[in-house]
Nanobody, 124 residues
Framework: QVQLVESGGGLVQAGGSLTLSCAAS????????MGWFRQAPGKEREFVAA????????QSADSVKGRFTISRDVAKNTVYLQMNILKPEDTALYYC?????????????????WGQGTQVTVSS
């Protein structure tokens, strides 16, 4: 069982930056993947980025490449999403998620554990 708690959301102007944090409690081991997803009103939840907890390897969506960076602090059991050059279209509820496995996945249904979400609003 893994519990996830996100923090760091807020209101920011376009072009600004925010860093989201996701603190994991419970048993997070090397063969876990941690991910960030987002969901805007009226839209489906979409993949943003993921990290292999053991190796630190990452994947990210094309829409955020070059702007968002996912990272983790193993000692703190925390995963981060550094978001730069934010755009109004990045406005969404951002969720942290975790899954146990050996291969990459980007579908929300592949992730078993979810946080409650943190709101990010980017004004133009």
């Amino acid at each position: 069982q893994v519990q996830l708690v996100e923090s760091g959301g807020g209101l920011v102007q376009a072009g600004g930056s925010l860093t989201l944090s996701c603190a994991a409690s419970g048993r997070v081991v090397s063969n876990y993947f941690m991910g960030w997803f987002r969901q805007a009103p009226g839209k489906e939840r979409e993949f943003v980025a993921a990290i292999n907890w053991g190796s630190g390897d990452t994947q990210s969506a094309d829409s955020v490449k070059g702007r968002f960076t996912i990272s983790r602090d193993v000692a703190k059991n925390t995963v981060y999403l550094q978001m730069n050059i934010l755009k109004p279209e990045d406005t969404a509820l951002y969720y942290c998620a975790a899954r146990y496995g050996s291969d990459w996945a980007q579908r929300p249904s592949s992730f078993r554990y979810w946080g409650q979400g943190t709101q990010v609003t980017v004004s133009s």
